[in-house]
């Protein structure tokens, strides 16, 4: 890998802003709890949409300088965190607030795109497996760690003084991300002034690239998947619920299957493995653990299996983000990038929605037993579809 400091760079600035939005997440959510679920509801509504208007900044996020575009949207952030500090001083953080708190989620998945764009760029394609699980290893630990010290952190300190300590970590990825230095790759753009018009139109060339027989050979089975990850993920509360004290069974799945996916990453760093052969093998195992869990009766053997889930789940997913970086074209990253994200986003709300539904009319386990079929097809597909070295 030739671009190895700069992609340290964005590593460690991942790392920092990964920290700071668990904080501020963490902060807001609680401080809102106190006063009513309405709030805390709509709170992960404005984070869910956030993700969905994603591709209405793949345009901007290919134009700018990449770099500027990563520092700026920091300091939205820190200039929200600090206002916050001023707001709860002044008036408290009342349901007025709460527009704030959409603004800076939006600002942390522009962020988040940002980076993923980044990759691609610095990046050569044979790496780009390699780097993808690097980047996963370092959100799942990341997550792992970092919501914990943040859900800590509120038990021994005081808002204005855990928001004080965010303005200080956004201050600091700020720094890092300065230090990334390369010539973007934007030779595909008409020396053009960017406005309107020519922010329509490369919105359209991104949808319309998307649209390519390429990407859905990949995109549709990601999005079936993604939508019955969703009902899996309505499933596994209610499951929970069959065991004594469902709500440590939930949150020992929860961390198990994180375990799993930090494994799965690390794999990917020593082993390496063909697209074709992550998406049948694991698609394949993954789908046999749903079929196990759904007549497994031994709690410590369904936690055995649901970290399997995650591994097989993390090496699939790793593997599906690198095929689409090496189909992109390099001055179009942003906007497929963000495209994708869209419609992921969009799946998987409505797969919530759906298995909330279902599980109305069905037993918990029918859910298993519907996404193991599904993740086995769509294994046979691959099988069929994709050739022997891809």
């Avoid at 190895?4 to 590593?11: D, E, P, Q, Y």
């Avoid at 709170?43 to 956030?50: D, H, N, R, T």
């Avoid at 993700?51 to 700018?64: E, Q, T």
């Avoid at 309107?196 to 390519?212: M, P, Q, S, V």
Wanted: glycine letters at 6%; one cysteine or more.
């Amino acid at each position: 890998m030739s671009n190895k400091k700069m992609f340290s760079f964005i590593l460690s600035s991942r790392l920092i802003l990964n920290l700071a939005d668990s904080f501020f997440f963490m902060v807001v959510l609680w401080h809102f709890t106190d006063m009513s679920p309405l709030y805390v509801g709509t709170i992960m509504f404005f984070y869910s949409l956030a993700d969905v208007c994603s591709m209405f900044f793949g345009p901007i996020i290919d134009r700018l300088e990449t770099k500027q575009s990563l520092t700026m949207v920091a300091l939205i952030q820190m200039a929200i965190a600090l206002l916050s500090i001023v707001l709860l001083g002044v008036f408290g953080l009342t349901r007025e607030y709460i527009p704030l708190v959409f603004i800076a989620a939006l600002s942390s998945s522009i962020s988040y795109n940002i980076q993923e764009t980044l990759v691609p760029l610095l990046v050569e394609d044979e790496y780009l497996t390699k780097a993808n699980s690097l980047l996963e290893l370092t959100d799942q630990t990341a997550d792992l760690i970092f919501n914990a010290i943040a859900g800590i952190s509120i038990v021994y300190f005081g808002l204005k003084e855990l928001l004080g300590f965010d303005v200080l970590l956004f201050l600091i990825a700020i720094f890092v991300i300065r230090k990334i230095s390369f010539k973007k790759f934007n030779a595909g753009y008409e020396k053009e002034e960017f406005n309107y018009r020519t922010y329509k139109k490369d919105l359209k060339g991104g949808l319309k690239e998307l649209f390519h027989q390429k990407y859905l050979v990949y995109l549709i089975p990601l999005l079936i998947v993604n939508f019955f990850v969703s009902i899996l993920n309505v499933s596994m509360p209610i499951f929970s619920n069959e065991f004594m004290e469902p709500s440590k069974v939930y949150g020992f799945l929860m961390g198990i299957s994180g375990g799993g996916a930090v494994l799965g990453a690390l794999f990917l760093q020593k082993f390496e493995l063909t697209l074709k052969q992550s998406l049948v093998l694991y698609g394949i195992l993954d789908g046999m653990v749903y079929f196990l869990m759904a007549y497994v009766p031994n709690l410590y053997l369904i936690y055995a299996l649901y970290g399997i889930s995650g591994f097989c789940s993390t090496i699939i997913n790793i593997n599906y983000e690198t095929a689409f970086q090496k189909l992109m074209p390099k001055n179009m990253v942003g906007r497929i990038n963000t495209a994708i994200e869209t419609a992921i986003c969009l799946a998987m709300p409505i797969g919530a929605l759906a298995g909330g539904a279902l599980l109305k009319l069905i037993d918990v386990r029918i859910t298993f037993i519907i996404y193991g079929v599904i993740s086995v097809l769509l294994s046979g597909w691959y099988l069929l579809r994709l050739d022997k070295n891809a």
